[in-house]
């Protein structure tokens, strides 16, 4: 297609980039001759330095044989000027940016019909990235009162590996919400069907009615309840460290946690490894052990090891090997820092444990009698 922009800048820049690339036949027209001159160089537009609301310049853009024209000018009543003057002399279908939601009965009477309102665009993106942090991208439809938004399947949630009809059939789930695409972690997309398989870590782009839009997220993020995590979180408040942290903190950890099943003499790290997570041990034993094969400690169900290379970030220093089977929740970095810099207060209070918990550690390695805790790993 041949489409005309008026306006070079952020925004008509990008446009007329995309457009290029999609093979399309594109020309620029800005007042600015370096704004020419650099989309000239950097994408290689044709481009028209002088004023596109001038009917003598928008003339020498080729408006007359274009079909499109779009207006993303920097002023409203310069993209309506813009719009008016095609209306006139070309039949090229005209959209342009709407700044001021006043001029929306100008444009229509100048025979706009296709209106990209900026500012409800950016308001409603934002709001329901606040709403709804799990909405990894939205886009408002029909003037707001749907939304176009994409969900990345979580592994814990109910809803993965169900079918997009099985989804649908739910009690709960909103019957003005439609499943448009699935796009997998390399970023190729399918057009799904009642059978295609919802699958975990890919994304979803779907539409909702607004109203219908927190169902929606509801049903598609629900985990199922874990009857581990009481007990769990019951021993994460036994963990020094951990002691700033609210109930619903602790739970919240515990519900993050995975749990892993080891056989006798299955290592659970090594030396050196990086320390991404933690672990409590749930049943059995695990043993760490230090320089020379020397054992360094075994810990018991209740117990905890591997929290110093996960909170200073140091390798790990000890190897941990499990001493019968056994079964591990793993708490990662990731969760750990989403419970704990959510709430600043806390971060600080773990910071202070965390400092006299290694001054004591320093002390006893300096210290000529037999070290005790589990601190030594």
């Not at 296709?114 to 606040?130: D, G, N, P, Q, R």
């Not at 699958?199 to 929606?216: D, F, N, S």
């Amino acid at each position: 297609m041949k489409v005309v922009i008026a306006g070079g800048g952020r925004v008509g820049g990008a446009l007329a980039a995309r457009l290029v690339n999609e093979q399309h036949q594109v020309t620029v027209v800005d007042r600015d001759a370096a704004t020419c001159h650099r989309l000239f160089e950097d994408i290689g537009v044709v481009t028209v330095c002088g004023d596109a609301t001038d009917p003598r310049v928008l003339e020498s853009t080729g408006i007359i044989n274009a079909d499109i024209a779009a207006g993303v000018l920097a002023r409203d009543s310069e993209n309506l000027a813009f719009a008016t003057l095609v209306r006139a002399v070309s039949p090229a279908r005209v959209m342009v940016r709407m700044l001021d939601s006043r001029y929306r009965e100008a444009y229509r009477l100048s025979g706009v019909g296709e209106l990209v309102e900026e500012a409800e665009v950016v308001v409603t993106k934002m709001a329901t990235a606040i709403d709804f942090p799990q909405v990894a991208g939205s886009l408002p439809l029909a003037a707001g009162d749907a939304i176009l938004f994409e969900l990345k399947v979580n592994t814990r949630a109910v809803v993965a590996g169900r079918t997009v009809a099985q989804v649908r059939a739910q009690a709960d789930f909103p019957r003005e919400c439609v499943f448009i695409g699935m796009v997998d972690p390399e970023g190729r997309i399918t057009l799904p069907d009642g059978n295609t398989v919802l699958r975990a870590g890919h994304t979803l782009i779907l539409v909702a009615r607004r109203a219908e839009l927190a169902r929606a997220v509801e049903c598609l993020t629900l985990e199922p309840q874990n009857t581990l995590d009481a007990p769990l979180a019951d021993m994460l408040r036994r963990v020094d460290f951990l002691a700033p942290l609210g109930t619903e903190e602790v739970l919240k950890l515990a519900h993050g946690a995975e749990y892993l099943r080891k056989e006798a003499g299955e290592p659970i790290f090594k030396k050196g490894d990086a320390g991404e997570t933690f672990f409590v041990v749930v049943s059995g034993q695990v043993n760490l052990v230090g320089e020379g094969n020397k054992l360094v400690e075994v810990v018991k169900p209740g117990g905890f090891f591997g929290e110093l290379a996960l909170l200073t970030g140091e390798p790990r220093a000890t190897h941990a090997t499990a001493a019968s089977v056994c079964e591990l929740a793993s708490v990662g970095r990731e969760d750990f820092r989403g419970v704990v810099m959510a709430n600043p207060v806390i971060a600080l209070e773990m910071s202070r444990i965390l400092g006299q918990r290694l001054s004591r550690m320093s002390q006893e390695e300096l210290a000529p009698r037999k070290r005790k805790g589990l601190f030594g790993r």
